[in-house]
Each structure stands twice: as structure tokens, then as C-alpha cells.
């Protein structure tokens, strides 16, 4: 399952401001994976990051039968006002977005307003376990939440 390859990329993070994992899929096979870092500057998204090794980054070209699983709802902007990953979503082609859990500390609900507003499919996995688990590895280690 795409997801667990997804929170195994999370797991081996090198990030300590919340660790991310992400899965790029077409027509079922794996076209790349990624994990966020905080080592590097600026800090690496691993939406981001699997878009820019599949090569698809700002090429809105469409990807048929294409998704990307991330374990964290993309983010809209970054913590210093940016676009956030949702925005390279939308410039990549991708069909659909299939996120673990729910960002609920920046900003809920406005990336799936922002992917229904530009045609991007998207759905939570439907699994608590597996979200509680998407959850439970980015607040591990994360030092910009409280505890
Ligand atoms: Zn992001």
C-alpha cells in the first residue's frame, strides 16, 4: 500500500520541525519517493521534493492516472509566507492527492479548498490507525509544537 511506503519515508525523515513522507504513483507503479529534511535551507517539503526527482516539478503537463500520497495534508504557504506544496501540486499535472492525516495546526481545510478550486482530486485515507500513525510521526521530534 502506496500509504505505508508513504509513513516509511516519514519514519527516515531527516527533519525535526515535523516529519512528512510522500509517494508519487502513475498508473499504479512508484515514480518517486521523499521524505522532508530541515537540515537542508530552505527546508525541504517531501511533496516537493518527490515532484523534483520525478522531474515533474512546474511542469503542468497532465499526468494521467497519477497521485500523490502524503502522510500530512499538503501545505498551502510555508511558515514564512510562501507557496506552500499545494501550489507545486497544482503545477505538476497530478491527478489526485491521497493524504494520512489532516494539518490542524496551520491551515485546515484551505488546501483541499485550493485543490477543489483548481480540479485536484483528493481524499484522506480512510483508515484511523494509519492517520493516528501519519500524526503520531510528525509530532515525534518536532520542535516547533508544544508538547
Ligand atoms: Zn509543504
Redesign the pocket.
Known amino acids: 500500500m502506496f500509504m505505508l511506503q508513504a509513513i516509511d519515508q516519514a519514519r527516515a525523515a531527516k527533519d525535526d520541525y515535523g516529519r512528512?513522507g510522500a509517494v508519487l504513483v502513475q498508473h499504479g507503479k512508484v515514480i518517486s519517493v521523499a521524505g522532508s529534511s530541515s537540515l537542508e535551507f530552505p527546508t525541504i517539503?517531501?511533496?516537493?521534493a518527490a515532484l523534483e526527482k520525478a522531474g515533474w516539478l512546474n511542469d503542468p503537463t497532465p499526468k494521467p492516472n497519477s497521485k500523490i500520497y502524503v502522510t500530512l495534508q499538503?501545505?498551502l504557504k510555508?511558515s514564512g509566507g510562501e507557496k506552500?506544496?499545494s501550489w507545486d501540486i497544482i503545477n505538476s499535472g497530478i491527478e489526485k492527492v491521497v493524504y494520512g492525516e489532516l494539518d490542524t495546526h496551520f491551515e485546515w481545510g484551505e488546501s483541499l479548498k485550493f485543490f477543489n478550486s483548481h480540479g485536484v482530486m483528493f481524499e484522506q485515507i480512510p483508515y484511523t490507525a494509519i492517520r493516528k500513525e501519519c500524526w503520531k510521526i510528525f509530532c515525534e521530534n518536532n520542535k516547533s509544537m508544544k508538547k
Open positions: 512528512v517539503h517531501a511533496e516537493h499538503p501545505c510555508r506552500g506544496c
